[in-house]
């Protein structure tokens, strides 16, 4: 009974876009067939939400999960590529002649052990890169995404007839490393693959109520570097710090004055952030060390103000140091991670025609204007290549709506991403997430013309 109400679903869908092309103003009975099929796909997607959240594997071990995922778009008619750039998979699925458009969801998970009590929590226990055991937890949304991304092949599959073009849906490997997206086009992924025209991600939001979606034109999520210092000294006995060039002295000077580089030194109009996570130096009470550790994370949007501040961060340590007497030959060492993340731009024109047809689709209420955030995304990556290619990751809702979007101090507010509480509202914010994502990519697909990317 169910197959007949799916293809009696999708032939009342097919009928309708004949007549009445996918716009912002497009047919109510349109909204309604698709949420028949995302209501029909609902029990199944659960239940495969509910596996990737008990199986959640760490960056760059993504094995099962992304064979989990292949099986899945295998099993509805696409052709599948794996192990590009890690336990990255690719899986095409063509429909003549049209738009080419990427849907990317990431696949790992963070080294936390869960603590929300939910019958299908984590227990998974492995040991990480440096054979410490740790728990494993989706504690990013990733499973959310992951069951998202399977929905909206699923429904597209569905209604292949309404649309025309190539759809890509890209499993990525090793998003929280900010590693695995650059790995994916470092292994050839728009080489071996069709160029898309459009490349679209989402991502939950522990700050947005289930059923809502947000979107930020331009600027969306930050340029992440990873910074380590280490500051040398001459060690001794705390009796007689003169005999000695203390190291925590000049770190503690080294930290005031890199709080002075975006007070002082970037352009008030532009953002950025340094903030000193870690310090780390000496052994006991009365001995002076010989070194001083200090591990930071540099965020800023633009690469111009990015550069700024390493460039400040190398001379003001480097300034101190001399200053404290230091030798040259015993000058810090200021090492940028090679894991750099960069800043995620939505293009502005594609970010307001979703926009635009999320209201149509979810209502002018749930569809949210959000500010730029300082987190960071290496979907960014997608977006970076010579092709430049128009990219958007909006934003999905995963709270209760009684909170407001507020992370209120009770025992029954959402804790933040990457907490070991972090548990979203399942079956609403699949549904709202299978709906937005299907519908981005109906209203990128509409046309049977070809974007001419520069070359």
């Known amino acids: 009974m169910q197959k007949i109400l799916r293809f009696l679903t999708i032939v009342v869908i097919t009928l309708i876009t004949t007549v009445s092309a996918l716009t912002p103003n497009f047919a109510q009975n349109l909204r309604d067939d698709i949420a028949a099929l995302i209501e029909s796909e609902c029990s199944s997607l659960k239940k495969l939400y509910y596996y990737f959240h008990a199986h959640p594997e760490l960056s760059f071990y993504e094995q099962n999960t992304s064979t989990r995922l292949a099986k899945e778009l295998r099993d509805i008619?696409?052709?599948?590529?794996?192990?590009?750039?890690?336990?990255?998979?690719?899986?095409?699925?063509?429909?003549?002649?049209?738009?080419?458009?990427?849907?990317?969801?990431?696949?790992?998970?963070?080294?936390?052990?869960?603590?929300?009590?939910?019958?299908?929590?984590?227990?998974?226990?492995?040991?990480?890169?440096?054979?410490?055991?740790?728990?494993?937890?989706?504690?990013?949304?990733?499973?959310?995404?992951?069951?998202?991304?399977?929905?909206?092949?699923?429904?597209?599959?569905?209604?292949?007839?309404?649309?025309?073009?190539?759809?890509?849906?890209?499993?990525?490997?090793?998003?929280?490393?900010?590693?695995?997206?650059?790995?994916?086009?470092?292994?050839?992924?728009?080489?071996?693959?069709?160029?898309?025209?459009?490349?679209?991600?989402?991502?939950?939001?522990?700050?947005?109520?289930?059923?809502?979606?947000?979107?930020?034109?331009?600027?969306?999520?930050?340029?992440?570097?990873?910074?380590?210092?280490?500051?040398?000294?001459?060690?001794?006995?705390?009796?007689?710090?003169?005999?000695?060039?203390?190291?925590?002295?000049?770190?503690?000077?080294?930290?005031?004055?890199?709080?002075?580089?975006?007070?002082?030194?970037?352009?008030?109009?532009?953002?950025?952030?340094?903030?000193?996570?870690?310090?780390?130096?000496?052994?006991?009470?009365?001995?002076?060390?010989?070194?001083?550790?200090l591990q930071l994370t540099v965020r800023s949007y633009s690469d111009e103000v990015r550069n700024q501040l390493i460039t400040s961060i190398k001379r003001i340590t480097k300034g101190i140091a001399q200053a404290a007497g230091i030798p040259e030959d015993k000058m810090p060492t200021i090492t940028i991670k090679d894991n750099h993340t960069a800043s995620l731009y939505n293009d502005p024109t594609l970010t307001e025609r979703l926009a635009n047809i999320f209201q149509a689709t979810l209502g002018e209420n749930n569809v949210v204007s959000r500010e730029p955030e300082m987190i960071g995304e290496d979907f960014a990556f997608f977006g970076r290549t010579k092709h430049k290619i128009p990219i958007c990751m909006f934003r999905l809702g995963a709270i209760k709506e009684e909170n407001d979007g507020k992370r209120m101090q009770t025992q029954e507010s959402l804790p933040s991403l990457h907490s070991p509480a972090f548990a979203p509202i399942v079956e609403q914010t699949i549904k709202t997430g299978v709906n937005a994502m299907t519908t981005a990519v109906l209203e990128l697909m509409k046309r049977n013309k070809k974007v001419v990317k520069p070359e």
């Open 77 to 293: 008619g696409f052709e599948v590529s794996l192990n590009i750039g890690g336990f990255g998979i690719v899986g095409i699925l063509k429909n003549g002649d049209g738009p080419t458009v990427l849907v990317r969801t990431d696949m790992d998970a963070l080294p936390l052990k869960e603590q929300t009590g939910l019958p299908y929590a984590s227990n998974v226990l492995v040991k990480n890169d440096i054979g410490k055991e740790v728990g494993v937890m989706h504690a990013c949304g990733h499973d959310v995404h992951m069951t998202v991304f399977i929905g909206t092949a699923r429904l597209l599959t569905q209604i292949k007839e309404t649309w025309k073009g190539t759809l890509i849906m890209v499993g990525q490997p090793a998003e929280e490393k900010g590693a695995g997206a650059q790995a994916m086009l470092n292994a050839g992924i728009f080489k071996r693959f069709p160029i898309p025209d459009y490349c679209l991600a989402l991502h939950v939001a522990a700050d947005l109520p289930a059923g809502k979606v947000g979107y930020c034109k331009g600027y969306s999520m930050a340029n992440v570097d990873t910074v380590d210092i280490t500051i040398y000294g001459v060690g001794g006995h705390g009796a007689s710090p003169h005999l000695t060039k203390d190291p925590v002295v000049i770190a503690a000077q080294v930290i005031l004055a890199l709080q002075t580089i975006v007070s002082r030194e970037i352009k008030p109009t532009e953002s950025a952030v340094i903030t000193v996570g870690s310090i780390h130096s000496g052994t006991t009470h009365n001995i002076v060390p010989d070194k001083a550790n």
